[in-house]
């Protein structure tokens, strides 16, 4: 399937998503920090971003800004996910697609299919 990268920084969740992610044969790739995610995405290059809003030490809105305003990363698909309503601020900063947490197994599958358009 794809390349994707999750970041969140719950040990518990990522494992779930890693584990969900490859049952469903995609490569995964992951980190914890937001000032982690542009140089990864840089460097291993997916097809799609799974990202928390709240990450250890600060939240998804600059790796966001930071992705969509570089040439050679905004196309990748961005999908955010959190626990409280930052719909309108991720999407305004320009995220692809916001889920509200808890979500169902399914309902994220089919979202991200959505997405990348298969």
Do not use: W
Request: charged content about 25%; overall charge negative; aromatic content about 4%.
């Amino acid at each position: 399937m794809i390349k994707i990268l999750i970041a969140d920084d719950d040990a518990v969740m990522l494992s779930l998503l890693r584990t969900l992610m490859e049952l469903e044969g995609n490569e995964v790739v992951t980190v914890k920090r937001p000032e982690d995610i542009i140089p990864t995405t840089q460097r291993e290059d997916p097809g799609f971003i799974l990202m928390d809003y709240h990450l250890a030490g600060g939240d998804a809105m600059a790796p966001l800004l930071g992705l969509k305003s570089d040439e050679n990363l905004k196309a990748v698909p961005i999908l955010v996910t959190s626990g409280m309503d930052r719909e309108s601020a991720c999407l305004s900063a320009g995220a692809d697609g916001f889920m509200l947490k808890p979500f169902r197994p399914n309902q994220l599958l089919a979202k991200i299919r959505e997405m990348v358009g298969t």
